[in-house]
């Protein structure tokens, strides 16, 4: 809510009356306003406070619209006793449209038929040639007169600099955040410089996220339509979404829960299903690609590629997927791309990779009940015998790995996934290495 900012009107720096001048004769007091107002911006007042100054100097309600006469902040004489902003009723919206730099400002007669109750002095601010708010000055406390026109002017000139500062602050930040992130999806900075950087433009690299690609047609530009296609899907996935465009897709980042299960990417999945209609309108291409979870700085450049070789994929076989999970399509990745050994070691680690650090962090053995799970025919019973625990704890396993891996321990593919992951890890391991959690138990 609003609240008005309090100014004493008791103590005006300037002496009454001296604002109802002529400007063709511009008084000392009339000087010594302005050098006041430019004093405060030397002082490094803000906005809120350069409004409050301003007030002060002018000994009326003040406020700062933007350009659509929504107020930003507003300040008035304590003596007016005011609890609301004295805004700019909607119909003045056409003497307003002929503000600009050749006209400056433009002083509202009262008209009830209206709902102008009083006189108002409105200064346009001015930013990059645009109009990017209003200084409007209401006739209480003290009538408006010829002499109070180039102080209005000189403050809405004042405001309208630190309007474009916050501007050319926000682009810089922008283009900030888009380097970092351009780096975290492409491993192209050190993991500590990533995490660094992350911090200075408000980028937390401690939560889980997925990826999502969004390919564009050829029509299209991924750079042109990247806010607009990341609003869209922060609004189907209830969250903010960040992102980036690729040459041929937007890469969005999704936050996820704290410990996301399969329930909870399911529902991102329908969820983005369910806007494929806007997404395609603005991308040309009714698909989306998912990587699994991604939970530490390593995994992005892992997503991006693996999101980039399903991508590949749907699109030479027809594309007729919209949501296209990767998890899902792990054994085809690798059927698809078997001359690729690179492809091959990085499914195996995206399968089984987050089991090995899952046990490594809390000393589980989520990759020997995987292994031996397989190796018993997906019988719980048999791999309970084999491990020497109870059935239920094989189920709480299980349960585990399909949390931590995004894979469906239940469904056929998936456990042909994480057989072959098996194979690949063995034949890929260093031959320093033959105890790697990773090996099939009968090459260890």
Sequence with gaps: MLRPITVDATRPIVAPGMLRKAPDEPSHELLAALRELGRAVLEGLDVEGLVDRFGTLCGRPVALLDADLRPRTWAAPAGLRLTAVPGLPDGVGADLGALGPDRPSVLLPADRA????????????????????????????????????????????????????????????????????????????????????????????????????????????????????????????????????????????????????????????????????????????????????????????????????????????????????????????????????DVAVRFAEQCIGPLRRSDEDTGGDLVETLRSYLAAGAQVRATAKALGVHENTVRYRLGRIEHVTGLDMRRFDALLAAQLAFQVAGLAAEPSQPSSPLLPKETR
């Excluded at 911090?199 to 390919?215: E, I, M, T």
């Excluded at 992102?243 to 399969?262: F, H, I, N, S, T």
């Design 114 to 341: 209206r709902g102008l109750t009083r006189r108002h002095l409105v200064a346009a601010l001015v930013v990059e040639g645009a109009i990017a708010g209003f200084l409007d000055v209401s006739e209480m406390g003290r009538p408006l007169g010829q002499a109070d026109v180039p102080l209005v002017e000189q403050a809405a000139a004042v405001l309208s600099v630190h309007l474009l500062g916050e501007v050319r602050a926000a682009r810089s930040a922008a283009r900030t955040r888009a380097d970092v992130l351009a780096d975290l999806l492409h491993g192209s900075r050190a993991v500590r410089d990533l995490r660094r950087l992350a911090g200075h433009v408000g980028l937390d690299l401690g939560v889980h996220r997925l990826l999502v690609r969004l390919p564009t047609a050829p029509d299209r530009s991924a750079a042109g339509c990247l806010d607009a296609v990341l609003s869209v899907v922060g609004g189907l996935v209830g969250t903010p979404a960040l992102g980036a465009a690729e040459p041929d897709a937007v890469v969005a980042l999704l936050r996820l829960p704290d410990d996301p299960g399969p329930p909870v990417l399911r529902r991102v999945h329908r969820a983005l299903g369910g806007g494929m209609d806007a997404l395609a309108e603005l991308t040309g291409r009714r698909r989306a690609v998912v990587s699994g979870v991604c939970r530490d700085v390593e995994d992005y450049p892992a997503a991006l590629a693996e999101t980039g070789d399903v991508e590949g994929i749907v699109a030479a076989l027809g594309g007729h997927m919209e949501v296209v999970p990767v998890t899902e399509l792990t054994t085809l990745r690798l059927v698809v791309n078997g001359d690729r050994a």
